[in-house]
């Protein structure tokens, strides 16, 4: 038969995507797993398939993903967010639970399914439910260039590094103790120890002379890290999954979210080995015990017959940091030169700041509103509620719903009222950083745009999926509205989170309702088991404009109690002292009801002491 070489070609290269293509498929059993990640304290871990720690996943560009997840632990639900990945056209895949999907319960199985798209580099995978991935369920998810695809720089070997904090209490027992009375100033569960890939002390081999590309995440919950080779530069490569302008470094800083690709040329001859150290960022702590490692060492090996030198020391933090240059990831420039954003068609700003509410505990607010989860996922409002998809009622009015217009330029400004650092995560996204406070002011101050209009902004702003805000300082992002879903912004300090630091992007809804159609079948199983509704509005009604029921947040405390700088005083001076003891014995003293009550007693009579004054 005669067939023309032209239409072989077109016929070729038509099915070379599809053909190059793998589809990965996994059966992962979730559950407990007996582990000692750090060597002085054995507890369970939350594992796949009867190991902990987790698999890498490894994947390629436009590669598809199936996953038969099945929830193995018999007393939690769990969920799959997988942090980075823009999920196009598939936001019911992207794992929020009551944002994209329902908790899935014990014994009960999901299905995500979902192509890659156009993205590569470093990324990871981790539950999606309260802080439970804090126990364990986390892992990296490397997304490989193309064989032939040419990158800007060189390396002979990749290398997958994860760093973490870790506790010995499982996070159910720790947030009993964090979102309670008893911890009136908000301070955050102190962590007892880093890993580093998920152990300690640990031993990266290496071949002299040869370029290795170090893939780095911190999967923890809270503490940002600094990570430095001793007598080693860092060649900052790719930021979040985004490849930048080669940045040399004498250390990283990274907080809980963030990715990390750098390059690390080994030395010519092999005679010593070296210092790989992790370092607990102590300024986030309100307390740091005495037993508590700030500074961890690994070991960079070239030679296993010489000896390691001598770990640093164990507590001096100022000191380790203090001899660092550091850098700032504001100066970092995509290698895509990606230019700055035109003004924004919508802008969103928030004020965050934490709050005693009237149950006593402390919450995170925007705009004085603290995340609280709808009745039905707010993707499903979007698929059952037609042409009202597009009111931003419907969504409630304590979930902090924004609905975007498709293809729009969205502003978002965020301004720290608390004198924390807090690393906020966009799902779905990733966004041009175009300004962001540096110091660190005494009272929180707000973005004020000048009269320089642009050209008071980087002409190529970094671009990434995870920022640290400074204390009492403000960041502002913009991206495009191109990707309809609805998509979860929230601090990925998974303790703020908890305490209903998020918002929800309600992005192009009818779009939404186009690409994705009805609910499926794999994702309403997962809700009838949990009897959570498929359809309706945030308070689950049919009658979308009608929010009576709906979750709402607790009411503030009684009058005379809020707003006023002395609560903080008054917090910090008088309870402060068992508050943070309370916090470092979590879960070792249970204190009954009666004695909860009076200490709340003598918390309201503090205040209202000083309220006379
Ligand atoms: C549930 O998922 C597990 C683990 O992936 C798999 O072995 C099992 O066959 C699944 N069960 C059903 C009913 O699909
Ligand atoms: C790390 O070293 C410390 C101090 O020698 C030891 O107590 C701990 O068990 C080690 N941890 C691991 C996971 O090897
Ligand atoms: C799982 O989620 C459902 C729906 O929110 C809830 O009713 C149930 O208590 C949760 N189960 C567990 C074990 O936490
Ligand atoms: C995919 O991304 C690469 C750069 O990472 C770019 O060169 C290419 O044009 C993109 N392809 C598509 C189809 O968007
Ligand atoms: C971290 O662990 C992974 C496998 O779990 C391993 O491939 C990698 O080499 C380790 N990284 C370092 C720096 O040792
Ligand atoms: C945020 O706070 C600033 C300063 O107090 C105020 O001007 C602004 O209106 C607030 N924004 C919102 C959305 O409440
Ligand atoms: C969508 O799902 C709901 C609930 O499962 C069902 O009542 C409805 O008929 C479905 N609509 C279509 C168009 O399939
Ligand atoms: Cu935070």
């Known amino acids: 038969m ?24 996994f059966n992962w059993n979730i559950g407990y797993v007996d582990a000692n990640p750090d060597g002085v304290f054995p507890r369970r871990m939350i594992g796949i398939n009867g190991e902990w720690p987790n698999p890498i996943v490894r994947v390629k560009r436009n590669d598809r993903v199936v996953i038969n997840f099945h929830n193995g632990l018999p007393d939690r639900n769990s969920s799959l967010h997988f942090h980075g990945l823009f999920m196009k056209g598939q936001n019911g895949q992207d794992g929020p639970e009551m944002v994209t999907q329902c908790p899935i319960g014990p014994s009960v199985n999901f299905t995500y399914d979902f192509t890659i798209g156009n993205q590569t580099g ?12 804090g126990d364990g369920l986390r892992g990296m998810f490397v997304i490989e260039k193309d064989d032939e695809e040419s990158v800007p720089y060189v390396y002979d070997e990749e290398v997958a590094l994860s760093v973490s904090e870790h506790y010995h209490l499982e996070t159910p027992v720790i947030m009993k103790s964090f979102m309670s009375r008893f911890n009136p100033t908000g301070a955050e569960p102190i962590p ?79 005679n010593r080995n070296y210092r790989f150290a992790n370092v607990l960022d102590m300024t986030m702590l309100d307390e740091v015990p005495e037993d508590l490692q700030l500074v961890s060492t690994n070991y960079v090996v070239y030679n296993d017959k010489v000896d390691n030198p001598g770990h640093y020391p164990y507590h001096d933090f100022e000191e380790t940091v203090g001899q660092l240059k550091g850098f700032n990831d504001f100066e970092l420039v995509p290698l895509s030169g990606e230019r700055l954003l035109p003004e924004p068609d919508m ?13 006593g505990v402390t919450y995170a607010l925007f705009n004085g509103k603290s995340y609280t989860p ?60 175009i300004a962001r406070s540096e110091n660190d002011p005494e009272e929180p101050v707000v973005y004020v745009p000048d009269h320089r ?44 989170l908890e305490q209903g630091l998020a918002l929800v992007l309600v992005e192009d809804p009818h779009e939404i309702q186009k690409l994705q159609g009805n609910i499926s079948d794999n994702h309403a199983k997962a809700c009838k088991e949990v009897q959570v509704p498929t359809q309706g509005n945030a308070a689950g009604h049919m009658s979308f404009l009608d929010l009576r029921g709906q979750n709402l947040q607790q009411p503030p405390l009684p009058n005379g109690f809020t707003g006023k700088g002395y609560l903080a005083m008054a917090v910090c001076t008088s309870i402060a002292l068992y508050g943070l003891g309370s ?30 004054e």
């Open 583 to 612: 916090i470092y014995n979590y879960g070792i003293e249970d204190v009954s009801q009666d004695n909860s009550a009076a200490v709340f007693e003598t918390l309201r009579a503090i205040l209202n002491e000083h309220d006379g």
């Open 122 to 133: 470093t990324y990871w995978y981790h539950s999606h439910s309260g802080s439970q991935y």
């Open 374 to 433: 709808p009745k039905v996922p707010t993707l499903y409002t979007v698929l059952s509620s037609g042409e009202l998809a597009a009111n931003q009622e419907i969504y409630g009015t304590n979930t902090n719903a924004y609905v975007l217009h498709g293809g729009e330029v969205i502003e978002l400004v965020l301004n720290n009222q608390d004198d924390g650092k807090h690393p906020f995560h966009l799902h779905g996204h990733n966004f041009q950083v």
């Open 347 to 359: 802008t969103i700003q928030v004020n965050f700041s934490m709050e005693v509410l009237g149950d």
């Open 192 to 270: 007892q120890n880093s890993l580093f890939n998920e152990t300690k002390n640990a031993t990266w081999n290496v071949v002299p002379d040869r370029t290795y590309l170090l893939r780095v995440v911190n999967m923890g919950l809270f503490v940002s890290q600094y990570l430095f080779i001793e007598d080693h530069d860092l060649v900052i490569v790719e930021v979040d999954g985004v490849p930048v302008q080669p940045y040399t470094v004498d250390s990283l800083y990274i907080t809980v979210g963030q990715r990390y690709a750098v390059l690390v040329k080994t030395k010519p001859g092999a």
């Open 453 to 496: 209009g642009s050209l008071q902004f980087p002409k190529v702003p970094v671009i990434r999926d995870t920022i640290e805000v400074r204390p009492n300082g403000y960041f502002v992002l913009r991206f495009v509205a191109e990707n309809p879903g609805v998509w979860f912004f929230h601090c990925h300090v998974d303790w703020h």
């Open 2 to 25: 005669y067939c023309p070489t032209s239409v072989l070609l077109v016929l070729l290269s038509a099915c070379l995507t599809p053909l190059l293509a793998k589809t990965h498929r």
